[in-house]
């Protein structure tokens, strides 16, 4: 009887011991864009094994709208966005009490992807991207011969960004002309993942996400080079051609949202510090465009500074360049 007791008494305390380490767990929590996700992924994997597993920090992948959506209702502390916050998101904030500190992480090259096996599509021009995902196209354009003649009467299977993906608004601002634009009979999802399978296992698809999900999968997909309407130049996206500014309008800034009520925990404040003298490092490795070092100084200057707030008042831009973005960050 006394044994059971002592066995009870310790099974009690333990529970007691572990909910209590469980309140005072620090967590890390960020959600939103897939297109961020490698990178942020990147360096809360270094963070987590620079401080032994102590500090925990989940990446969720809900899309730029999701991620925001539970950012301005304080259910995270980081927002990973493949585009600007806009206008109603400020709002949805401001109404909450959350203020935010915009971080410009790296340049993506918006990548438009064909399978392997496609012998055809040597390159795509924004008016023909524009015919084959514009509104008016769901249901009628079927075909790829429908978009230039001199492709083949073959179906076009479309694959692309889901409708809370950032990725989602850039292209169709970007190629229809306007935000959320676009026809809706295609496999959409916020899950890059999804997307490059469809494209993979189908000659006859079509797709478009962030360049690190291309490059990690380049023995899968095709880069289908994009004509710069400016200089009728057919330009694959590389590095080269973000930091060049050729490869437009699909080249974007890319950003996390630092929550500044999270910035008075020791462990968000840690973090973003290592985000940013890690981040030019670690984007190269997962195949995006690094800012220059004054970007991410400027970053944690902003924080010291208490300067918050978006430099792009709500709305997305197409074809910014890395030294428009500069100019614009240090006027913040």
Request: charged content about 25%; aromatic content about 10%; some cysteine.
């Amino acid at each position: 009887m006394q044994y059971s007791k002592l066995v009870s008494a310790l099974a009690v305390a333990g529970v007691a011991m572990l909910g209590a380490q469980a309140a005072h767990a620090q967590v890390i929590k960020i959600d939103g864009s897939s297109t961020v996700y490698p990178i942020t992924e990147a360096v809360a994997e270094e963070f987590q094994k620079a401080k032994k597993n102590v500090i925990k920090v989940t990446v969720g992948i809900s899309g730029t709208g999701g991620g925001f959506k539970k950012f301005c209702r304080d259910e995270t502390d980081i927002s990973n966005a493949s585009r600007p916050i806009t206008a109603k998101e400020m709002e949805d904030c401001k109404a909450a009490g959350v203020q935010y500190v915009e971080m410009p992480v790296a340049f993506d090259a918006l990548t438009v992807v064909i399978n392997p096996k496609n012998a055809f599509l040597k390159q795509a021009t924004v008016a023909e991207l524009k015919t084959m995902w514009e509104p008016a196209a769901q249901g009628k354009v079927t075909k790829w011969n429908q978009i230039n003649p001199a492709w083949p009467d073959a179906p076009i299977k479309l694959f692309g960004a889901g409708a809370d993906s950032g990725t989602f608004e850039y292209f169709t601002e970007a190629v229809v002309g306007k935000a959320k634009s676009s026809r809706g009979d295609y496999t959409a999802s916020e899950d890059d993942n999804v997307l490059v399978q469809g494209v993979s296992r189908d000659v006859n698809a079509i797709g478009y996400f962030g360049y690190a999900y291309y490059a990690e999968n380049k023995a899968r997909l095709k880069a289908l080079p994009i004509v710069n309407p400016k200089t009728n130049a057919a330009i694959e996206p590389s590095e080269e051609s973000v930091i060049k500014s050729t490869y437009q309008p699909l080249s974007r800034p890319i950003f996390v949202y630092i929550k500044v009520k999270s910035l008075d925990k020791p462990e968000v404040k840690e973090f973003v510090e290592f985000y940013m003298k890690n981040a030019a490092k670690l984007t190269k490795e997962v195949k995006y465009v690094p800012l220059p070092a004054a970007a991410y100084t400027g970053n944690l200057e902003h924080v010291a500074k208490k300067k918050y707030g978006s430099v792009f008042g709500g709305k997305n831009e197409v074809g910014i360049t890395i030294e428009e973005l500069m100019k614009r960050e240090a006027k913040l």
